[in-house]
C-alpha cells in the first residue's frame, strides 16, 4: 500500500499524511454545495467555463501553440496560464454585468482640499 493515495468508490479515500497512509470516510459535499451562496455558486460556474475553455484550446493543437506563443511560457505551464487568463476575462466580464451606472446627480464634487501655505499666519 505504500504510495498509494485516492478514492475507492464512493466508499473511502486514502491520504499521504506525514509520510504515513490515512484511510477517510468519503466527503459527503451535498451540503457543502446545497448551502453555497449565490456569489459562490456564480464563482463556480465562472471557474467551469474557464476549465472548458481552456481545455477547448488545449485539444487543437494550433490553438495551443498560437496560445503558447501569445502568452510566451513553456509547454507545461500553457494550461494554468490559459486558465488564469479566460479567468480574468471572466471576471473581467461579471464586473461590467454588474457595475452600477453612477447617475451625475448622485456624485458630489468636492472643493479643493486647501493646504497650508508657508505664509499663513496660524501656522
Do not use: C, W
Amino acid at each position: 500500500m505504500q504510495g498509494m493515495s485516492g478514492k475507492f468508490g464512493d466508499h473511502f479515500v486514502l491520504r499521504n499524511y506525514g509520510g504515513q497512509i490515512r484511510m477517510s470516510q468519503y466527503p459527503n459535499m451535498k451540503k457543502a454545495i446545497k448551502n453555497s451562496t449565490p456569489k459562490q455558486i456564480r464563482t463556480r460556474e465562472i471557474m467551469e467555463e474557464a476549465v472548458i475553455m481552456t481545455r477547448t484550446v488545449m485539444f487543437h493543437e494550433d490553438r495551443r501553440h498560437a496560445a503558447q506563443i501569445r502568452l510566451n511560457v513553456p509547454s507545461n505551464k500553457l494550461y494554468h496560464a490559459l486558465k488564469k487568463e479566460f479567468l480574468a476575462e471572466l471576471y473581467q466580464q461579471e464586473r461590467e454585468k454588474n457595475a452600477i451606472p453612477v447617475n451625475e446627480t448622485e456624485v458630489k464634487i468636492l472643493p479643493p482640499a486647501i493646504s497650508p501655505s508657508s505664509t499663513d499666519p496660524a501656522i
